[in-house]
């Protein structure tokens, strides 16, 4: 679930945050991470690190990153587990790497140099007992639906940019902000995603209009999306920012109300179920309180939250306040193998270095990661089956070893 910072404080807009105002939240919401998200290895423990896309595109990702990082201070700090480490050390650490892997080394000389000269932190993952330190992985992706600006059937089901009774509370002595609404001089919650629906309390706010209700929720749970015009032309809607609620899965709703087994869900099977039955589609998407409003971007390209262009299959999704923005990372899970006919046929291994360049309001604590999958409908269909265990492992260059 790919969602951004902000873009409006106190119910007035204002422009999106900048790198230095996006690291000053970072470090004010670091401390949030519970428990110890990592722990260091000895290099006898690394794993074997290998890449199953054979760097394809890792580059691309690693520019991504540094053009980030770039943006700070070289003295700032940013959480690595429960260690903090310079930009300047992140910088290097991709710099280093870039350099390692511009030669296509074999995998005898990629692990030897990952071991002589990067420290490698295991993120310790799901909370419980947990000895292999396992995570939840699962993909996000950029949808592709038709729109049109007007309210015209059969277009009758809006997204919204942030309505003008939203108001931001920001946190003091490192609380988190709230998100909320002013009644009668008192700040309450900001309307649930029923009430938001039933009661129309954000009209006046339409952006766009779709012709699909699902439509409009899974964008809701991507974050973002490109939205094909009436009149042929493709324009990008991202996150602006949220009501506040909490996120909650529809698809758990199902299998708890026994509509579902665990094994069923998925994004294509949770549309099937509402369509066979329309009568129960607001009781299941308003089971989920958590509502989107959106802002109009630029290009066909997704972006993340660093404000950089996402690389499918190597940008993730991770809570920053537990693990670096930018920084690089190696990611053990399976993937689905489609067949022509877009069915799951079977899995293979999923081994790779990725970046992280994104976060989500239902990516919280050192257990979780989100892996973007890219743009379209064959995109959606693989990340939406990644419901997988998984390890990962954050990489830094030795000290001794920067310039």
Excluded at 64 to 84: I, K, M, W
Excluded at 127 to 152: C, D, I, W
Excluded at 190 to 212: C, F, N, P, Q, T
Aim: hydrophobic share 40%; aromatic share 8%.
């Amino acid at each position: 679930m790919c969602q951004g910072l902000p873009a409006q404080t106190g119910g007035r807009r204002r422009r999106p945050a900048g790198p230095l105002l996006l690291l000053a939240l970072l470090l004010l919401l670091c401390g949030s991470c519970a428990r110890k998200p990592a722990v260091s290895l000895a290099p006898d423990h690394y794993p074997r690190f290998s890449d199953d896309q054979e760097y394809a595109n890792l580059q691309q990702a690693l520019d991504a990153s540094l053009r980030y990082l770039r943006t700070l201070p070289d003295h700032a700090l940013l959480p690595v587990g429960d260690v903090r480490v310079r930009v300047k050390r992140l910088r290097a650490s991709l710099l280093a790497f870039a350099a390692l892997i511009a030669a296509r080394p074999s995998p005898e000389t990629l692990n030897r140099e990952i071991r002589r000269r990067f420290e490698v932190l295991q993120a310790t993952g799901r909370a419980g007992f947990n000895p292999g330190r396992r995570m939840l992985v699962t993909g996000y992706y950029q949808p592709v639906f038709p729109g049109s600006l007007t309210r015209k059937a059969p277009y009758l089901y809006p997204l919204y940019t942030i309505p003008g009774d939203l108001a931001v509370r920001q946190g003091r002595h490192g609380a988190a902000r709230a998100i909320g609404r002013l009644q009668d001089g008192a700040f309450v919650p900001y309307w649930s995603r029923g009430e938001i629906e039933k009661l129309g309390v954000a009209r006046g706010a339409e952006l766009v209009w779709l012709r699909d209700p699902m439509d409009a929720f899974v964008l809701h749970v991507q974050g973002s999306g490109l939205i094909r015009l009436t009149d042929g032309s493709l324009r990008r809607i991202h996150y602006a920012i949220s009501n506040g609620r909490p996120y909650r899965s529809i698809g758990r709703y199902l299998v708890r109300t026994g509509r579902m087994a665990p094994a069923e869900v998925s994004m294509a099977t949770i549309r099937a179920y509402i369509a066979g039955h329309p009568g129960e589609r607001d009781e299941i998407l308003h089971h989920n309180e958590s509502f989107i409003f959106f802002n109009w971007g630029h290009g066909g390209n997704a972006v993340g939250n660093l404000g950089v262009r996402l690389t499918p299959g190597r940008s993730i999704a991770v809570d920053q306040r537990c693990f670096p923005a930018g920084g690089l990372a190696f990611l053990s899970s399976r993937q689905p193998v489609r067949d022509r006919g877009g069915r799951t046929s079977g899995w293979r291994p999923l081994r790779r270095f990725v970046l992280v360049q994104d976060r989500g309001s239902a990516i919280r604590g050192p257990g979780r990661v989100d892996l973007f999958w890219g743009t379209g409908r064959q995109a959606g269909a693989a990340a939406g089956r990644m419901k997988e265990g998984g390890t990962l492992y954050f990489l830094l260059l030795r000290q001794e070893h920067e310039d």
